[in-house]
């Protein structure tokens, strides 16, 4: 999808992240910016137990620590009991 805009086929609906570049140098433009809600960060919901796999911990730690500053601030990971 992002080949094909940059190659001027249409418009692709993208993350920001992935695209942040383009943007920046003009590469691409943003249009319908009114109808794209802000990505508030991942939620994970998930049961509490005394010890998650090595599997699982590495997955929530991924994901609470991708990309920018900002993702972990607006990152909701949360236990239930």
Do not use: K
């Amino acid at each position: 999808m992002l080949d094909a805009a940059l190659a001027g086929f249409g418009l692709a609906y993208l993350p920001e992240d992935s695209v942040r570049a383009h943007l920046a140098d003009g590469r691409l433009i943003r249009v319908l910016a009114d109808w794209c809600p802000p990505y508030s960060g991942y939620h994970l919901y998930y049961p509490s137990r005394r010890q998650p796999t090595p599997a699982f911990a590495l997955l929530v730690d991924a994901l609470r620590y991708r990309g920018a500053p900002h993702a972990v601030q607006n990152s909701r990971i949360t236990q239930y009991r």
